[in-house]
């Protein structure tokens, strides 16, 4: 009996170019939440960025020095940006 061939693991969806330029400005610097929702603000239903990463993992909340909080990449953020930035080199999709 011959093995099965494996079938390629699906790949996790780009994100949109937005939700990459969001992803770049929290990971050039620390940033606490009350200046992603200054910056970022979700009044608009066509770009909630930052509640869409929440949602997808990509951002998380952490606690900061005398309680204010951070917004920062997660592992899976982290990997997004170096997707789109391989792809953004390379200049093909994936």
């Known amino acids: 009996m011959e093995p099965k061939p494996r079938e390629p693991k699906p790949r996790e969806p780009q994100p949109s170019l937005i939700m990459i330029q969001f992803l770049q400005w929290v990971a050039d610097r620390p940033r606490r939440r009350e200046d992603v929702l200054d910056a970022w ?5 066509r770009f909630p960025v ?3 990463a ?4 990509l951002v998380r909340q952490s606690g900061g020095a005398r309680g ?13 940006l170096l ?3 391989q792809i953004a080199v390379s200049g093909s999709g994936p």
């Open 68 to 80: 204010q909080h951070r917004v920062e990449l997660t592992a899976r953020g982290r990997r997004a």
């Open 50 to 52: 930052w509640e869409d």
């Open 54 to 57: 929440r949602a997808d993992g």
């Open 41 to 45: 603000p979700s009044s608009c239903p």
């Open 83 to 85: 997707i789109s930035r």
